[in-house]
Nanobody, 130 residues
C-alpha cells in the first residue's frame, strides 16, 4: 500500500521561510518523478515544482522561481520544498505527488496532472501572514 505524507507546514510571517517534507512508502521512490502542488481557497490546484527521478532536472512555476527549491533524498524516500521569501499569496494547502510516467514532470503544470500523478498526499497547510 502506497502512502504519501507531507509535513512541515505552518504559520509564518511574510518574508519568512518554511521547509516542507514529503515521505513516500510502498513504492520504489527513485522510479518516480515527484511534484509539489498547492491549492488556495477558491482556486484550482496548481503545480509549483517538479523534480525528476534522479534529481537531474527541476522545474518551477514562475511565481516561485528564485524563492523555492525542490530537492529529494532517494535514500530516505523523502522529497523537500524549501520556501524562502514567502508572500501572502503563497498561502495554500500544499500537496506532494508521485508519477512514474516517462517525462512525468512535463505534466505537473497541466490540467491532466491530477490523473498523470499516480499518488497524492493529504496536504499540509501553509499560511503566510502579511
Amino acid at each position: 500500500q502506497v502512502q504519501v505524507v507531507e509535513s512541515g507546514g505552518g504559520l509564518v510571517q511574510a518574508g519568512g521561510s518554511l521547509r516542507l517534507s514529503c515521505t513516500a512508502s510502498g513504492l520504489t521512490f527513485d522510479d518516480y518523478s515527484m511534484g509539489w502542488f498547492r491549492q488556495a481557497p477558491g482556486k484550482e490546484r496548481e503545480g509549483v515544482s517538479c523534480i525528476t527521478q534522479s534529481a537531474g532536472w527541476t522545474y518551477y512555476a514562475d511565481s516561485v522561481k528564485g524563492r523555492f527549491t525542490i530537492s529529494r533524498d532517494n535514500a530516505k524516500n523523502t522529497l523537500y520544498l524549501q520556501m524562502n521569501s514567502l508572500k501572502s499569496e503563497d498561502t495554500a494547502m500544499y500537496y506532494c505527488a508521485a508519477t512514474n510516467l516517462p517525462s512525468g514532470c512535463a505534466y505537473y503544470r497541466t490540467a491532466s496532472a491530477n490523473t498523470r500523478f499516480n499518488y497524492w498526499g493529504q496536504g499540509t497547510q501553509v499560511t503566510v501572514s502579511s
